[in-house]
């Protein structure tokens, strides 16, 4: 028998997408023979999401106020209980037709992540750019090859939220928090290439703030995980630029600089830490 899923379905204001999602999701599970369960996290919308889940028929958990993507997530966690967990957003971006197949391919790995690299992907122009950077900065840092790295849309053993519940952030930043903790610590994660749709209504997402958040939450989780990563390729760029910075000095003075020193100093400082960070990563891993 197929393995239980919890489809969570966080909302914030999504009166008019969220009848057809849900509508979607009955119609995709019920021909699978899964047992499934779905749970709506409203979070706290001021639109007529509530009335409109009410209507529905749908199992719902509410926020008081607004807290966060992440925090929705997470209260949907504690309110479940089958073994997979699948999170799909509520604006009808994602193709919830290929559910299925993500779930089925979670047989053979920790989690399955909907890649947005499909022949239809919708991304507003001005975000390609940063999504692609972001990318590209978690591929470097991480050490693994990462398609997505904030795909709403994916299926998860519930053990991997468990271990790494106290590191889910209440923002948009869960999906990658989850993603990068789960390579860095060695689970099977796999890849199902999907499309990505126009949203319906309008996005709370903030692009700057959101944007700088993500980028320091990759360091973040590999300075947690991995932290030579950050630690020791930051030392070398500071030992090169102090190295370059002596020859300058030496050339036009005959001397080394205080600012040659200083920077070479703080590449041995640098370097050390991220020895003392490793070592205390890997005992507490133990």
Not at 110 to 117: P, W
Not at 185 to 199: A, H, L, Q
Not at 248 to 272: S, W, Y
Request: charged residues 20%.
């Amino acid at each position: 028998m197929p393995e239980p899923v919890s489809i969570l379905i966080p909302v914030y204001n999504e009166e008019g997408a969220i009848a057809s999602t849900l509508a979607a999701v009955d119609t995709t599970m019920r021909p699978t023979g899964r047992d499934y369960e779905v749970l709506v996290v409203d979070d706290g919308s001021t639109d007529r999401t509530a009335q409109v889940l009410a209507e529905a028929g749908a199992r719902v958990v509410r926020h008081r106020a607004n807290r966060g993507y992440g925090a929705a997530l997470k209260t949907g966690i504690r309110a479940t209980t089958h073994p997979l967990i699948a999170i799909l957003d509520a604006d009808g971006t994602y193709p919830i037709g290929r559910l299925p197949e993500l779930l089925a391919e979670a047989d053979q790995a920790d989690m399955v992540v909907g890649a947005r690299t499909g022949a239809s992907v919708h991304v507003p122009a001005l975000r390609r750019p940063v999504k692609w950077l972001l990318t590209r900065a978690a591929n470097v840092l991480s050490g693994h090859r990462i398609p997505d790295l904030n795909s709403g849309m994916r299926v998860f053993r519930r053990e991997i939220a468990t271990r790494f519940f106290g590191l889910f952030p209440d923002g948009f930043s869960f999906t990658s928090t989850i993603t990068l903790a789960s390579h860095i610590n060695g689970y099977r994660v796999e890849y199902v290439p999907i499309d990505y749709y126009r949203r319906t209504g309008a996005s709370s997402i903030r692009p700057v703030r959101d944007t700088l958040n993500f980028f320091l939450l990759i360091v973040r989780m590999v300075v947690t995980f991995r932290p030579l990563n950050v630690f020791l390729p930051t030392a070398a760029a500071l030992i090169v630029l102090g190295t370059v910075k002596a020859a300058l000095d030496f050339i036009r003075t005959g001397a080394f600089g205080v600012g040659a020193a200083i920077l070479i100093l703080t590449a041995i400082q640098v370097a050390m830490m991220g020895l003392l960070a490793d070592l205390v990563t890997r005992r507490t891993s133990l």
